[in-house]
Each structure stands twice: as C-alpha cells, then as structure tokens.
C-alpha cells in the first residue's frame, strides 16, 4: 500500500505551532515597544517658528523663572503659552542692548513681525495629551510639590524642547501608585518645583529627603487617584 503523506510531513504540525506561536510573541512584543508613547513620544522635537524658543538660554543662562511665561501653572490645569506681547516685552526693538547684532535681530524678528501684526506665534505644541484624557492639571501637581522636572526634564539644558518622557496612562499610574511608598521619588517643597536644577540634584539622592518627603505627601491629606474617571471624564 503506497503512503499517501511523506514522512517528513510528521514534523510539520509542530514546525507550524512553533512558527505561529514564535510570530505572535514577536508581533505582541515589537507592538509593546513600536507603538506605545516611549518610543513614539519621547524625544518629540517640533521645529519651532522663526528662531524657536532657547529654553537653554532663557530659563538656564539667563534664569527666567518658568512662571515668567507660563504664569497660570498655579491657578490653572492649562500651562498657558505666553502672549506675543510677553516676547515683546523683551524683544521689543532696542530693548536688549546686548542682543543688538544681526544674528540674534534676525532670530527674533518673527516676535516683532507677530507684535505689529496684532497675530499671535504658532508655537508648535511639544506636550499633547490625548482627546480623551482631560488636560494635565498642572495646579494640583504643582500644589502638591511635583516639580517641572518629574514631567518635563532638565528644561534648563534644552536649546530645544523635546519630549522627555512617555507621559503614557501606566507611566501616569505608576508615578500615583510609587509617590505613596516612595515620595522622596516625587515631591519637592513647592517653593522649589520650578528650580530645576536643585530639583534634579535633590531627586538623585532622595533617601537623604525621605523624611520631609513623607511630611510633604502628609500635608496633601489626599491619596493621589487611580480610578479611570479620575482623568476619563
């Protein structure tokens, strides 16, 4: 009698289940890292309008406190951007006497060109979070003690702003969850949450603050939240 399928066809289902099974594991891991917000948001780098904005320059050499231009991050969830007539304030023609070549001129022209046209900048956003999660409320976070630095990263170092970090839903929820075992991880006194520097430095050795980290994380008399209507709604 003569065999209807080779031997070798023995070996196939086990090849076929060891393929299929090998595709999905590589499919579910390259979507786990291509398509989530750590790969696809961070280092976000948007090209800005005429010169950009030198965080590096404003907030780090000159010192430019981050309320300066962003001045309702305590009153408001939004982190306003500034009005042309902030820029203005400063880039007004002759107004900075030590920025008066051609180079810097040319930089900043596009603030002046704004200001006369009565027009706002069309700064290119950095920082969007999704439709369905309502906006970052920066009052709360900064009434709570966390810092720029948590969210954003060493702005003071950022010719260009860029995405720091993931700002993803487990990413949110891991920091909720951490900042009630490990708040010295979190929390800074709120009179330090724009002075980056001292806040980076004070977030690289946090077991010498956990005491006044605890302290802190008491006075909030709140547990942050993780139920889905707490940002969903």
Known sequence: MSVI?????????PVLAVGVVGG???AVGLFWYYATPKFWRVGYMPVQPGGGFNHQLHAGKLGMDCRYCHSKIEQSSEANIPSVHVCYGCHA????VQFTNATHK??????????????PIAWNRVHKLPDYVRNFPHDIHIA????????????????????????????CLDCHRDVQVNPQNHLVPKDMVTKL?????????????????????????????????????
């Open 197 to 233: 520097i001292a806040v980076e430095n004070r977030l690289a050795n946090p077991q010498e603050h956990a005491g006044e980290a605890a302290k802190l994380l008491e006075n909030i008399k709140l547990v942050p939240p993780e139920n889905c209507g707490a940002c969903h709604y």
């Open 24 to 26: 999905l594991t590589a």
């Open 106 to 119: 040319a930089k900043t022209d596009f603030v002046r060109e704004a200001y006369v046209k009565d027009e």
């Open 144 to 171: 709570a003690g966390v810092s720029c630095y948590s969210c954003h990263g060493q702005i003071m170092g950022m010719p260009i702003v860029y995405h720091a970090q993931p700002l993803s839903m487990s990413w």
């Open 93 to 96: 023609d002759n107004r900075l």
């Open 5 to 13: 399928f080779p031997r070798w066809m023995n070996s196939l289902p």
